[in-house]
């Protein structure tokens, strides 16, 4: 019977405020993936498989860890991949132990997809080669889009890389190389849609970072990160509503927060496609020096669907970008020795940041008049330290500026200050020093390594 208002009374009609969408949220799917059986040439079946173990390289699971060694054959290329896909909103993170950085090595830790693998390849030159794909997915329209290959076996010179299509004919798909000689064989391709994490080069403070999707890239990033010597790192790649993240931490215990944003995209994120963990281990075309021992502790991924909050007609842009929210009650100055303790920024704060060197640490936070509305400050050291602030546009002279606030910091506390709604007025400038006495003309230096994080406007 088709719906007609006249024939229904006003108790009948719906109010507007009923008619809402029951919805379910997805639980939040976590795999950790550890090494705790001993294992040699391979890893444990219940997460991943091995694809290719290059000519001269290694891999055991022992001590609970994933052990990899390079080798030094050149071009000599490791992979291994999950058994399951992840897509939407994702977060990876893996601990990366290199016993040395050096030329002509490359580690990956990423999340790929996988056009196929055994692919046959014919190498025609040595700037071309031909691959058949059954069931190919692309046509004329892909052409300049990459991918990688690797996995290769056969004869010839085969240089495992990303390389871009040159041109589709029915199953065939040629691509753009260079430094191969001809030969034929297998292939794999994968990395149409990726992210990635690359420690290259020569240096234990240093990775690289993209992400790509259908073929198009932005092209990596030099980030710096917290060594990978030992104890190691964590990288922590995230990936949600057409942004990535990539942040890392220190595996060593500590009192304060540790993660620490290295990089982020903004296009060519692949959230919408299904992809691998890989860790792949690849030699350069020029044999490196030396074998190198790559260790990993875990792997840890995260799969949710996000769900975006909207308040007053307000939505969050990016990940790092706050909501806007108003507090409504009257806080006065408080203080604790809780450890990581936390604070809500304030709507449209700036975050301030500042780790104390052994010097008096004369900064400004704001060249102008402004408001400070929180203040953490982790002293994890055995020595008490004291931070000032100067209502300043500039850093102040250390022993000639008078504070108008200093915080005694005892040794291995973290204090939290809050100061209300409307923040602890600066009507110049907020200016900070750290010194290691508490007069107001202290010069003597500070102790090395203290935190100090805030909020202010």
């Known amino acids: 019977m088709a719906y007609t208002p006249a024939a229904q009374s006003q108790a009948d009609v719906p109010d507007q405020t009923d008619l809402a969408l029951v919805v379910a949220s997805r639980p939040q799917t976590q795999s950790r993936i550890t090494f705790a059986k001993i294992l040699t040439g391979t890893v444990d079946p219940t997460w991943g498989s091995v694809i290719k173990t290059g000519s001269g390289q290694a891999l055991n699971q022992t001590g609970g860890n994933l052990v990899m060694t390079t080798g030094t054959t050149a071009n000599a290329e490791t992979i291994i991949r999950s058994s399951g896909t992840y897509s939407g909103g994702v977060r990876l993170k893996a601990q990366t132990i290199l016993s040395q950085r050096i030329a002509n090595q490359s580690f990956f830790v990423e999340l790929a997809d996988v056009i196929g693998d055994g692919l046959a390849i014919t190498i025609s030159s040595a700037t071309a080669v031909t691959v058949t794909i059954p069931s190919n997915p692309f046509d004329s329209t892909n052409v300049g889009e990459f991918m990688y290959m690797g996995a290769y076996t056969g004869t010839g010179t085969f240089v495992p890389g990303r390389y871009v299509i040159a041109s589709v004919s029915g199953n065939n798909v040629t691509f753009t190389v260079a430094g191969f000689a001809a030969g034929s064989g297998t292939v794999s391709l994968f990395g149409w849609n990726y992210y990635h994490v690359i420690y290259d080069g020569t240096t234990a403070t240093s990775a690289k970072f993209d992400t790509q999707r259908k073929g198009y890239n932005t092209g990596d990033s030099t980030i710096t990160i917290n060594t990978t010597a030992s104890p190691g790192h964590v990288a922590i790649v995230t990936g949600n509503d057409s942004q990535s993240l990539v942040s890392d931490q220190l595996i060593a215990t500590a009192t304060g927060a540790r993660n620490t944003i290295r990089g982020s995209r903004d296009v060519n994120v692949p959230d919408d496609y299904p992809l691998y963990i890989q860790v792949r281990m690849v030699n350069g075309a020029a044999a490196p020096a030396t074998t190198t021992t790559w260790t990993m502790g875990f792997l840890n991924i995260s ?6 909050v909207v308040i007053q007609d307000l939505r969050q842009t990016t990940n790092n970008t706050p909501l806007p929210v108003e507090i409504q009650r009257s806080v006065s100055l408080t203080t604790s020795t809780t450890v ?3 604070t809500t920024p304030v709507a449209g704060g700036t975050l301030y940041s500042l780790n104390t060197a052994a010097t008096t640490n004369a900064a400004f936070i704001k060249a102008s008049a402004g408001s400070l509305y929180e203040l ?19 850093a102040p002279t250390v022993g000639t500026s008078v504070p108008i606030i200093t915080f ?3 040794a291995n506390t973290t204090s939290t200050y809050e100061f209300g709604p409307i923040g602890k007025r600066f009507s110049t400038g907020i200016a900070i020093a750290a010194t290691g006495a508490a007069a107001a003309t202290d010069t003597s230096v500070a102790v090395a390594g203290v935190q100090i994080t805030g909020t202010y406007l």
Do not use: C, M, R
């Open 408 to 410: 005694q910091i005892a």
């Open 340 to 342: 990581n303790a936390t």
């Open 303 to 308: 799969n949710y669907a996000a769900q975006d």
């Open 376 to 394: 953490t400050i982790s002293n994890v050291t055995a020595t008490p330290i004291y931070v000032k602030l100067f209502n300043l546009a500039v």
